[in-house]
C-alpha cells in the first residue's frame, strides 16, 4: 500500500542501480524492486517496507539521488539493508505482540489481586491504554533506537570491501597516505564514509545534528559511535553482543508471553 500511497517508480536501470545490485548480491539481501520515492526533491532519506522478499521494497527519495554522491547513497542504502538483514520488522512485530500481552497482565494482575472487581471492565481497560503508551513511549523507542545504531554499523560494514585504504581521508589516522602512523584500516575508513553520509543527511534535511527524536538517536551521536568502534573494537564487540540479548530477550519474553497469554485465556 505504502508503495501506491507514496508516489513512486522504479530506478532505472544504470551505474548506480548496479551498484545496488553488486551489493545486495554480496550481502545476500532480497527484495521485490528498487524504487525511486517523488517528493518534489523534498525529502534526502530512504525507507525499506516489507516483512517477506516479494513485498518488500527499498525506495531512495529523489533528493537523495539528487544530492548525494554515489558511495553515500550505498552507505544510506546499506543502512536500509541492515534493517532487513538483521530482522528489524520481525523484532518489531515481537515486541507488538509483548506489549499487548504485558497490558493485557497488567490489567489482569489487579483483578487476580481483588483490588479491582472483574465486572469493571472500564478500570481494566483504562490501565490497559496507560500500560500501553508506557510501553511504546518508553520501551519502542529505546528499542529502535538501538536497532538503528545497528543499522548504522551494518551499512558500514557493508561499505569495507568496495573501499581502499587511500579512498577517504580517516578522522581517526589522517589520510590514507599518511605515513606517519598506522594506516587507517577497513572499517574506520567505511565507518568514516558512512558518517559523512549520516552528517551530510542532517545537513541536507536541516536537521541539527544534536537533534534527538523518539525512534532516532542524534546523528552526531551516531557519527560518535561509529568513529568510537573505529577506535575500539571491544566497544565494538560489546555492543554486538548487546543487541544479541537485546533479541534474545526480546523473542523470549513473546515466547513466555504467549505461552502465559494462551494458558490464561484458553478455551476463549
Ligand atoms: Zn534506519
Known sequence: MLVYVWSTHTLA???LR?????????????????LVWNSGGQVT?????GLLAPVRYIMLSDGLLETMREEEIE?????EAGHVKHHHLVFFLFFAILSMCLAGGAALLPVRLGW????????????ILIALAVIWAFGFGWVSRHFE????LY??????????ESDVSCHVHGTGDDTRGDPPDRFAVAAECFARALLQIADLNGIPPEARSWRHSSIASRVEQLRRFARDRGAMARFDRRLLIIKVGLFAATAIACAAAAKIYWPW
Open 18 to 34: 548496479a551498484r545496488l545490485q553488486e551489493m545486495c548480491d554480496r550481502i545476500g539481501l532480497r527484495y521485490r524492486r528498487i
Open 75 to 79: 552507505a544510506v542504502f546499506g543502512h
Open 155 to 164: 551499512g558500514a560494514r557493508s561499505l569495507m570491501p568496495r573501499l581502499n
Open 45 to 49: 532519506n530512504a525507507a525499506v517496507t
Open 116 to 127: 479491582v472487581e472483574a465486572r469493571d471492565v472500564q478500570t481494566q481497560q483504562t490501565i
Open 13 to 15: 536501470p544504470g551505474k
Open 149 to 152: 545504531r545497528q543499522a548504522d
